[in-house]
């Protein structure tokens, strides 16, 4: 799963999948803004099959790849 989110993260920020690392926030580093969150919950949301209700998603809820990959296992 976390190969595919650094990808999904990467084709949305334009940043290369393997500077985005688990030790980052997405936000302070620039990769991901709120346009960008948009997209990459669609993306996610196709990739994995899930429904995401965007908006109940706070931005620390996902600010980082540990963050992220519990979101989406828990939705």
Known sequence: MKETLQELIADV?????EDITDDIDF??????DSFGVV???VKIEETFGKKINIAEIVRDDINTMDKLIAMVENV
């Open 13 to 17: 920020s334009g940043f290369d999948p």
């Open 27 to 32: 936000f302070e580093e620039g990769i991901l």
């Open 39 to 41: 997209h990459l919950l």
